[in-house]
């Protein structure tokens, strides 16, 4: 498209820079048949005679020189422009500075000078007119003749009234050739806004700000600390095998759809879909300090769990009777973050150990669970409320990884709270009533009593 763009520019200056040379060629030959026409016949003045031979001759040569070069340099143009008018310059001293030819060829060199280059080349125009009137001086004294012959007014009438003309049907056909350009280019405008926002949904949003505000850049690779976020449908290949590739299509489009209202929500950056799991990364580009970027993955993640119960109840409408339940793995730790692959394609990720262990913990969790790592753990402890799974091993690690499985913010747990978690300098409690066998309670509560009891001691004290 920037060809083509380059190409009608390039032709549309050619065409008008051709139509200036006609009209700078009009004043010449008008200037010419003035000088002409100033001869007293049959007693010919042979320097004016002269004067306007040489005046079309040179107005021919310097016409087929410039349209030959077709305005390849403008700066060309300018000359001739100024050369122009010393020859106007001369032809007027030449004439005697007659009145009506004078005020008209004057009033034509400094109105193409005022719209063809503004205030610097109605100057140089008016100090070339001056330099042709001060250079006539060496051939011929003029008399300043106020009296004017009619041939003289004649012509000078007719070349002033096609001058006008054809720059009137010159800024005519200008006018609409820029209309047509401007209709053209509100079109392109529109197909490129169109093709952006197509292109927009393929692109992660941190690439897509980036290009379109020229920082390519900054998606340089580097290490950062992010929050990196895993989830997959339990069962999915075997539904897909089950059902029409319609059906399929449909529900795999109207859960990513949901999955990604719901990131974006949360400020996240969406990584990649790879079928019907979901990568997000936290804390590349939208940071808000680390606590709230694990906070703002963890809220995530509970909400899609809660959005998936809905689906499933659409989905069951719909005939799909088998459960669809999501995993979901959270880790926290430093990556590299950037612009991945060839010149020809780059893929914007995060790489590293850590978000192996995000990738390892969703695999590990069961449908409908959400589990993070300690590193994660740690930061939204005291907002939302965790189960301490103990230790698993992790492939590619030689040492095992703490986990916790997210129940839900503490704010909403209410009377039905069955987990509890406190941790503080000297004291620490994990308490999950769930769990706690029925004839364990009175000795958990006699502890607890006796805890209670020493701590209470102890402050009296």
Known sequence: ???????????????????QHDIRALICFAAAGTAITHVNWPEIDWLLFGAGLLVGVYTVVSYFFIKRRVMSQHKAFDRFMMADA??????????????????????MVQFNSLINGGIRKWVLDTLALLLGVAA??????????????????????????????????????????????????????TLYKLKTYKLARYLPPTVWKAISEGREQSLTTERKRVTVFF????GFSTLAEEL???????????????????????????????????????????????????????????????????????????????????????????????SFGTSHYMDYTVLGTHANIASRLESAAEPGEILISHETWSLVKDVVMCRDQGEINVKGLTHPVRIYQVVDFRKDLGKGQTWFEENMTGFSMHMDLEKIRNYDKDRVVEMLNNAAARLKGKSIK
């Open 244 to 338: 029409e590739a319609e059906t399929l299509t449909e529900l795999l489009n109207s859960y990513l759809t949901e999955m990604a209202r719901i990131a974006a929500k949360h400020k996240g950056t969406i990584d990649k879909f790879m079928g019907d799991a979901v990568m997000v990364i936290f804390g590349d580009a939208q940071s808000e300090g680390m606590k709230m970027d694990c906070l703002r993955c963890v809220s995530m993640a509970i909400e899609m769990r809660k959005k998936m119960q809905e689906l499933q109840a659409r989905w069951y409408n719909q005939g799909i009777k088998k459960p669809m339940l999501i995993r979901m793995g959270i880790n926290t730790g430093y990556c590299t973050v950037g």
């Open 136 to 189: 006539s001086f060496a051939l011929h004294r003029p008399e300043w003749n106020y009296s004017s012959r009619l041939e003289i007014s004649s012509i000078s009438l007719v070349g002033i009234f096609v001058y006008f003309c054809a720059y009137a049907l010159y800024a005519y056909n200008r006018m609409r050739k820029l209309t047509e350009q401007v209709k053209r280019l509100s079109s392109e405008h």
């Open 86 to 107: 010393a020859v106007i310059g001369a032809v007027l001293s030449l004439c005697d500075f007659s009145v009506l030819p004078t005020i008209m060829f004057v009033t």
């Open 1 to 19: 498209m920037s060809d083509n763009s380059a190409n009608s520019k390039n032709s549309s200056h050619s065409e008008v820079s051709l139509r």
């Open 231 to 234: 989830s997959d449908i339990q």
